[in-house]
């Protein structure tokens, strides 16, 4: 039997992120993940000023902001008319923008840190029970071994098999849509420096540049294409997106759908069991705010933790728990609204930019959006 300080099960963003923080402390780390490797393609994209600022002490920071595009303002359009713009620039941080990279990225760097830290991932690694007592948790394995730890973080996503062992509720809803993704090379009028949420009667599209010059679509549509083709998204964009200089797509070099839900684990805490990331919310991807928000979770985790073994009080994880789960609310509240707002039905649709293009030239509002957006709401 492996024994170790904590277990982390799933090593997506969240759960790699819990590790190098933990290693990083001095603490023995184990992380496994179902998985034979590494995911090849992604749905997050997008990591915020205050992700950047978090994972700057543990060496992630450089590598990710040397990759990724800077894209120093956000807008919300309706076609071409701008409602609302929400600049980054000025904002207090040594990151005034958003950063726009791959998830197999951001994952490939959090990978390398953690190996650089002297950890590694082990995988296949197939959790299929756990059971814990008063001095620890043990996870078996698929094949029939087991690891013991002190404490274990369930970062297994939103079908974590860690939530649905302890008996944590989960709950919510799903969106009606479903959500198309794409990552596609365009030519056209749609800015290389600029992240842009198009309202539409249709349903939302989000384009937002990529390294290497591609950019990411991402639509709610009523029965997304298991593999959306170029001219599948050429119709979003057609019907959503920029009229004046349309933007034309010339490749999909991948894509996929999803079902997007709002849920949220009745506690993150469950005795020497701990949640982060998806396994303990999920919400809409306007706004990208979900792997940001659980890499915050996995790094206030990994130091709670840390902070335990190395004699302080129990009590620093309860602080964890108590603490995340009303920044979830609130961040599902700010991703809900965007998102019926930019479904409005077609009849409330001039309401809707109206009072939204008046928001917008207030300072106040374009300052408060770019906080929340940024993450630096959360500091």
Known sequence: MITTDVLVVGAGPVGLTAAVVLTQLGHDVVIVDGQ???TNTSRAAVVHSRTLELLEPYGVSPALDARGVHTPRFTIRDRDRLLVPVPFEGLPTRYPYTLMISQADTEAYLLARL????????RPARVTAIEQDGSGVTATLADGSAVRASYLVGADGMHSLVREQSGVGFGGGTYAESFSLADVRLTGGVPSDEVILYFSPDGLVVVAPLPDGFHRIVATVDE???EPDAAFVQRLLDTRGPEAEPAVVKEVVWGSRFRVHHRIADTYRHGRILLAGDA??????AGGQGMNLGIEDAVKLGEALAGVLAGGPDSLLDAYAGARRPVAEKVVRLASRLTSLATASAAL??????????????PVVRRRLAWQLSGLDRR
């Open 36 to 38: 034979a490797e590494g």
């Open 280 to 285: 303990a919310h999920l919400h809409s991807p």
């Open 349 to 362: 649709r001039p309401l809707r930019n109206a009072v939204l293009r008046l928001a917008g030239r207030l």
């Open 115 to 122: 190996e650089e830290l002297g950890g590694k991932v082990l």
């Open 224 to 226: 997304a294409p298991h």
